[in-house]
Every structure is written in structure tokens, then in C-alpha cells.
């Protein structure tokens, strides 16, 4: 009985061990497989809500992910629809977030070694760059102004 225990407790922290690990190429093929499963998904939500409203929502959807015609029992209803794909975007998304953690993890570390300017500077520099922004953008207007006659007397109408 012991041995069976310590067997199974091998085994799981074996499987939590390749959980905590990085792989790469999982991660990638996760992040598309998710990505292609949320597309998907939202396609069969918007067909079944199509079917709901007794009007095409979207034709690509209703065209080729018409799902209540496929003669499974749990696509046979608008709402099942609804509900089947609600659940898989949920899926897809928590998927997407399991895949690109290991690469956004670093950043948080990353962050506590941040240091943050204080209120006055940061009013200044923001008030800088709106000035900067208004300044080219009264110079481009000027310019377009003054710039669009003369292409026209150039180059006619």
C-alpha cells in the first residue's frame, strides 16, 4: 500500500514538474491551437445566435458553421449553441493566458526593479509631449493649408 502511494506521488509530482517547466514549442503550438479555437468558436456563437434571432447575424457563420444542421443532440437548439461555444471561448482564452505566461512572467520581476518619477515630473514631461503633439499638429495643418492650393495650381485639378 505504501509503495502504491509513494508511486502515485512520484507520478504527480512528475506531471507537475512538466507543467512548471518551459516549453517552448508547446507553449507556441498552444497559443495557435487557442487562437484558432477562439476563431472558430466565435463563428458557431454568432451562427447560433443567428439561429436565435431567426436572421443571419453573419453570413460567413451561418453559411459554413451552421452547426444545428449537423444532426448532433446537443447542437439542436440555439441556446446549446450558445452555451457549447461560450464555454470553448472561455477554454480558448485560459489557454491563450496559460501559453504567453511564461513569457510575460519575467516582466513582473522585472517591474519591481522599476523606479517611478514622482507627480511634478511626470505632469511636466506629459505636458511636454501634448505641447509637442499640438505644435506638430497646427505645423502639418499650416503646411497642408498652404501646400494643397499650390498642388493644385501645379498639377490642376
Known sequence: MEAKKKDSLSSTSKIWKFIKEDHKFENWLLFVLSLVLLVLSVYILLAGIG???????????DQYFDIS?????????????????????????ASLVYSIWPVCKPTFKELKFVTWTDKKTLFINSVTVIAFI???????????????PLAKLVFGD
Do not use: C, H, M, R
Not at 444542421?69 to 482564452?93: A, E, H, L, R, Y
Not at 505645423?139 to 494643397?148: G, I, K, P, Q, T
Open 51 to 61: 439561429d436565435a434571432k431567426e436572421a443571419s447575424v453573419d453570413a460567413f457563420a
Open 69 to 93: 444542421q449537423s444532426g448532433w443532440g446537443i447542437f439542436n437548439k440555439p441556446w446549446k449553441v450558445i452555451t457549447i461555444s461560450s464555454v470553448i471561448i472561455v477554454v480558448s482564452v
Open 134 to 148: 499640438a505644435f506638430l499638429t497646427v505645423l502639418f495643418y499650416v503646411l497642408d493649408f498652404a501646400l494643397v
